[in-house]
């Protein structure tokens, strides 16, 4: 059905003149994210979406034809239907409740605290020479590492997993304000001294503004490790989460219900990250990039 | 009233960026200051700008030293450094933020004027031309209603013709502020058809080679700029025939054989 629709959207995609007309004119102009209209729009998404859609068909067709079995790489209607079961047996709702919430609160204490260590690094030469070295070593380890540590110290409940995604956002974005700050342009800073500003107001009218796009890539970074450590995380003894839902098919073999939860991942993880960026582009519109405006 | 006396500059390298620099600036004067690249004329202005700390000598106004940015004084860079991120609007009032919001437009409105984009308050300067962008800069340090006005080549970047209007723009901003200004440039026809004073420096380290009063100016054209013009070339020909101290050819000689011998 999905399928249907994304060809029918192709179709009128192709069919609408104004869309034709362009595709003739700028050759692929249609592929710049910046190309206007509902008719470029539906092409990029149909061919965003033709490279997983004929993957799924594919296997469903095979499984179907009996060709393969699809035992352990279960079709995409199997795993349809086990999302369907989880969601009317009325659980699938807390388990993603319960896993975004980790990484919400991992994500707003590991941001919080990345962006103060980057910013007291980034502007205080002193911290920088004090403090960077240790956090750099700090960051040389795999942050899973930790895992046995934090379950000693936190226990195996809730703290130990947020502090576990906390630790894998705090470094992307510790690094990208740090290093953002230390190199915003000389240039720029010296406009704000020859008007006279210092100290907060120095930071907040030039140097917050100048990194904020910066700030932004390293929140979506952490963002992404947070998914990521909320998995090891959940994997670390959970009663409820995406993270069991995996271990669970794991132990009891069932492959639907870890494919249905690894597509969950895929589509909050994607939504969050569209949500971030969609939030935030109204802040760093200002910016004269080269995929907005073209040359 | 702008006064420097004896003002040096060594950069921490030891370049020896200036030396001995010495003028008053009368108020309301415009002052010209000419030579060839690297004589120092960026460093006279960040030094006078308050954005670097002599190594000797001081500089004041009005009898007050001036050691950090002062709010008299205010520089037009080379490039427009316009901050990207605010409006030409708020670019222009970036140096009102301690005035009352109504004279903050007022005022804001008045420099667009002047320079002839009232229409562009609301663009981002990603949108402006390399021209109006020099402009909004202009306005902005002409918002603060400074007494100096510091500027570094600040038409250089621009086609002839522009340039030429945006000296009339300076010449009338000039006529309705009496702002004293030190006006660093390349060009001989800039210097002595806008300055009342034009003064010719000399590299290595950046001094003054020369000073031409402009017996009538503002005047381009007619005998009196013809000489003019020509007593600034002569100096400036032998400012630049000035060669560079050994040590400095002896440093270049240095690094061009680390890069013969490295492999
Ligand atoms: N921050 C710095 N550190 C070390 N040396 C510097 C620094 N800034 C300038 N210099 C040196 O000081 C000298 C004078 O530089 P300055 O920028 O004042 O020259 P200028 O007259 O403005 O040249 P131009 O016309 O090319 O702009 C040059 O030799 C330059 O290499
Ligand atoms: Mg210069």
């Known amino acids: 059905m999905t399928i249907g629709a994304a060809e029918a959207g192709l179709g009128a995609g192709v069919g609408d003149g104004r869309a034709d007309t362009a595709a003739v004119s700028r050759r692929a102009s249609w592929l710049r994210p910046s190309a206007g209209g509902w008719g470029g729009a539906l092409i990029r998404f149909a061919l965003a979406v033709a490279l997983p859609l004929g993957a799924f068909l594919f296997w469903e067709l095979a499984v179907d034809s009996g060709l393969a079995s699809g035992r352990l790489v279960p079709p995409p209607s199997r795993i349809l239907a086990t999302l369907a079961d989880l969601w009317t047996a009325g659980q699938l709702a807390d388990h993603i409740a319960s896993t975004c919430l980790r990484v919400l609160l991992g994500f707003l204490a590991g941001a919080a605290a990345g962006a103060l260590a980057g910013s007291l690094t980034g502007y205080f030469r002193f911290v920088h020479a004090a403090v960077d070295p240790t956090l750099q070593a700090l960051r040389a380890i795999p942050s899973i590492a930790w895992v046995p540590l934090f379950i000693l110290w936190f226990g195996i409940f809730e703290t130990s997993k947020v502090v576990l995604i906390a630790t894998g956002v705090f470094f992307p974005v510790y690094l990208g304000v740090s290093t953002a700050l230390l190199s915003v342009d000389r240039k720029i800073v010296e406009v704000g001294r020859i008007f006279r500003l210092s100290g907060f107001d120095l930071v907040r009218r030039i140097l917050f503004p100048a990194v904020l796009p910066a700030f932004i890539v390293s929140l979506r970074a952490g963002l992404g490790l947070g998914w990521m450590f909320v998995v090891a995380a959940e994997f670390m003894g959970a009663s409820e989460g995406l993270g069991y839902l995996l271990v669970d098919g794991q132990q009891l073999g069932k492959p639907d219900q870890i494919m249905a939860a690894i597509l969950i991942f895929a589509v909050i993880g994607k939504l969050s990250d569209a949500l971030l960026v969609g939030a935030t582009a109204p802040l760093i519109a200002w910016q004269d990039n080269f995929s907005r405006g073209g040359l | ?263």
């Not at chain 2, 660093?184 to 000399?202: C, F, G, N, Y």
């Not at chain 2, 031409?212 to 700029?225: M, Y």
């Open chain 2, 1 to 263: 009233m702008l006064s420097l006396t004896g003002l040096g500059k060594t950069y921490a390298g030891g370049v020896q960026a200036l030396a001995g620099f010495t003028l008053d600036a009368r108020p309301g004067e415009i002052v010209a200051v000419i030579g060839g690249s690297g004589c120092g004329k960026s460093t006279l202005l960040r030094l006078i700008g308050g954005l670097d700390t002599p190594t000797t000598g001081t500089v004041s106004i009005n009898g007050e030293t001036v050691e950090q940015p002062h709010p008299l004084i205010n520089l037009i860079f080379q490039e427009p450094r316009l901050l990207p991120w605010l409006s030409v609007c708020d670019n222009v009032g970036f140096g009102l933020a301690h005035l009352p919001r109504a004279e903050q437009v007022l005022r804001i409105n008045e420099a667009l004027c002047r320079v002839n984009l009232e229409a562009y308050g609301d663009r981002l300067p990603k949108a402006l031309s390399g021209g109006q962008a020099q402009r909004v800069a202009i306005a902005r340090a002409l918002v603060t209603r400074p007494e100096v006005l510091l500027l570094d080549e600040p038409f250089s970047a621009l086609d002839a013709l522009t340039r030429e209007t945006l000296q009339q723009h300076l010449l009338d901003i000039w006529s309705e502020t009496q702002a004293t200004m030190i006006l660093v440039t390349h060009d001989i026809d800039e210097a002595v058809s806008l300055a009342h004073r034009v003064i010719v420096m000399k590299p290595w380290p950046g001094r003054i080679l020369d000073e031409i009063v402009i017996a009538r100016p503002h005047q381009r054209g007619g005998a009196d700029f013809d000489q003019a013009r020509a007593r600034v070339r002569s100096a400036l020909n032998h400012s630049l025939s000035a060669s560079a101290p050994a040590d400095i050819r002896k440093g270049r000689a240095q690094h061009s054989s680390v890069l013969e011998t490295s492999p």
